[in-house]
Nanobody, 115 residues
Framework: QVQLVESGGGLVQPGGSLRLSCATS????????MAWYRQAPGKQRELVAV???????NYADSVKGRFTIPRGSVKNTVYLQMNSLNAEDTAVYYC?????????WGQGTQVTVSS
């Protein structure tokens, strides 16, 4: 059974940092491109960051220079390091694993940026 379990969300003040984790099981992690998406209230889900099996990372323009997606020192885990957070980053963040036409999602973790 495939599982993607996100953690690390919460309430943070503007300018603060959070690190999200996505622990995977049931997949051959090295074969999957891993990504983080987010969905704010009333908005469509959007791609935030993706890291390929080859280690290439790409970011949405809105988070470039602030977010990074290391593939993880812990086995089968991907992270999203978020710095200089602002109110526009408030959303539910979802982990995604994709290989060819196979696509898996986590349940999401809430990130709220507010003073």
């Amino acid at each position: 059974q495939v599982q993607l379990v996100e953690s690390g969300g919460g309430l943070v003040q503007p300018g603060g940092s959070l690190r999200l984790s996505c622990a995977t099981s049931g997949i051959i992690f090295s074969m999957y491109n891993m990504a983080w998406y987010r969905q704010a209230p009333g908005k469509q889900r959007e791609l935030v960051a993706v890291i390929t099996t080859g280690g290439t990372a790409n970011y949405a323009d809105s988070v470039k220079g602030r977010f990074t997606i290391p593939r993880g020192s812990v086995k089968n885990t991907v992270y999203l390091q978020m710095n200089s957070l602002n109110a526009e980053d408030t959303a539910v963040y979802y982990c995604n694993a994709k290989h060819s036409v196979v696509d898996y999602w986590g349940q999401g973790t809430q990130v709220t940026v507010s003073s």
